[in-house]
């Protein structure tokens, strides 16, 4: 069997180079250069959706479940006294699967961002509510009764986003 082939589009020009997704052999003057190699004219049009890419509503999901899993984590975080960077990478990895599973297991870079910026939003809404100034308190609910400040979750935050972008590399 031999190495050459002719160029789809171009049947006089001879060439090794094929498309990595539909193996047509493809000239200089037709390999168009995607985000994952070298692709055909009609393959590197293809839509998200043809690509494999979580369309809207995915991503949507991915969010929203992601975010409720960062805020029911990070208040129990905060309500538990565990504000430190690793309990919020924990935290961040499973805000990461749940994303990964609610986008119908997509690992695009926007879900990642979505796991990663929910887990970001979660997490600091808990700090919001743990630290929540109730009157007849004496002061912060946290302080009173967990000894935990706002500024205390800046650790985990930064520990969840990790985890959460740790998932998809995994």
């Given at each position: 069997m031999s190495d050459k082939f002719t160029c789809f589009y171009h049947p006089d020009r001879e060439t090794r180079v094929t498309c990595?997704?539909?193996?047509r052999p493809l000239c200089p003057d037709c390999v168009r250069h995607g985000a994952t190699g070298v692709r055909c004219r009609e393959c590197i049009t293809l839509s998200p959706r043809e690509r494999g890419l979580a369309n809207p509503q995915q991503i949507r999901s991915?969010?929203?479940?992601?975010f409720g899993m960062a805020a029911v984590g990070g208040l129990a975080?905060?309500?538990l006294g565990w504000v430190?960077?690793?309990?919020?990478a924990a935290l961040g990895f499973a805000v990461g699967a749940v994303a990964f599973l609610a986008s119908g297991r997509h690992r695009d870079i926007t879900i990642q961002a979505a796991a990663a910026l929910m887990a970001l939003a979660g997490i600091l809404l808990a700090a919001v509510l743990v630290?929540?100034?109730l009157p007849g308190t004496g002061g912060q609910l946290?302080?009173?009764l967990v000894n935990v400040s706002f500024f205390q979750f800046v650790a985990p935050a930064v520990g969840a986003v990790v985890?959460?972008?740790i998932r998809f590399v995994i």
């Open positions: 990595g997704r539909c193996e991915a969010a929203l479940a992601a975080l905060g309500w430190t960077f690793l309990p919020g630290s929540f100034d946290g302080r009173v985890g959460a972008l």
